[in-house]
Nanobody, 127 residues
């Protein structure tokens, strides 16, 4: 059973930075999978923020965070990161990491194929 635990959330002022971490255990035996960060603000739908493919490290970002956020994976530590710079109040949300089972092809931005999810970490950006 895969378990994901996020950390690193908090409260910052606009323009500040945070780095989220997601520690994974019981990871899938497959070399081919996607990991991603998603967020959901109160009253809004869940949004795919960024994802990364396990082989080659191809990344995808939503337009709303492109150029400000960076996703990275340390496979030796089974940890996924999200470096968030130039934060805006609109970035306020609960942030979740997720991973697929074995998956071949470009990582989708939709969360529907991601099987395992963490409990989330809150990010609050004040103006």
């Amino acid at each position: 059973q895969v378990q994901l635990v996020e950390s690193g959330g908090g409260s910052v002022q606009a323009g500040g930075s945070l780095r989220l971490s997601c520690a994974a255990s019981g990871v899938t035996a497959s070399r081919y999978y996607c990991m991603g960060w998603f967020r959901q603000a109160p009253g809004k739908e869940r949004e795919g923020v960024a994802n990364i493919y396990s082989v080659g490290g191809e990344t995808t970002y939503s337009d709303s965070v492109k150029g400000r956020f960076t996703i990275a994976q340390d496979q030796a530590k089974n940890t996924l990161y999200l470096q968030m710079n130039s934060l805006k109040p609109d970035d306020t949300a609960m942030y979740y990491c997720a991973t697929t089972q074995s998956y071949y092809g470009p990582c989708p931005t939709s969360g529907t194929i991601y099987k395992y999810w963490g409990q989330g970490t809150q990010v609050t950006v004040s103006s």
